[in-house]
């Protein structure tokens, strides 16, 4: 069992930058892929960024990619996610999420482990 919490979210201004954490409990997190999902208002949960339980390998949805980045340290048990040149539309409420498997996922329903979310309001 991962139990994980989310922090870092805040109130930025439009190409301001942020720091999500993500801190996992369990002996096992260093074996999880890992990734950040965001739900806007009105809107379902997205696919932001994964990483592998190694972290040789990380995507990212297309609206963030080159402008998020994921990053894991297992000795810390913590995975991080590095917004910089944030928008309006960014703003969402963050989860982090672990999942135990084979293959590299980006569907919501393939993650079994979940935070509960932190806001994230990017103003302009």
């Known amino acids: 069992q991962v139990q994980l919490v989310e922090s870092g979210g805040g109130l930025v201004q439009a190409g301001g930058s942020l720091r999500l954490s993500c801190a996992a409990s369990?002996?096992?997190?260093?074996?999880?892929?890992m990734a950040w999902f965001r739900r806007a208002p009105g809107k379902e949960r997205e696919f932001v960024a994964a990483i592998s339980w190694s972290g040789a390998r990380r995507d990212y949805s297309d609206s963030v990619k080159g402008r998020f980045t994921i990053s894991r340290d297992n000795a810390k048990n913590t995975v991080y996610l590095q917004m910089d040149s944030l928008k309006p539309e960014d703003t969402a409420v963050y989860f982090c999420?672990?999942?135990?498997?084979?293959?590299?996922?980006?569907?919501?329903?393939?993650?079994?482990?979940w935070g509960q979310g932190t806001q994230v309001t990017v103003s302009t």
């Open positions: 369990g002996r096992t997190f260093s074996s999880y892929d």
């Open positions: 999420a672990g999942r135990n498997g084979i293959g590299f996922k980006y569907d919501r329903a393939e993650y079994q482990y």
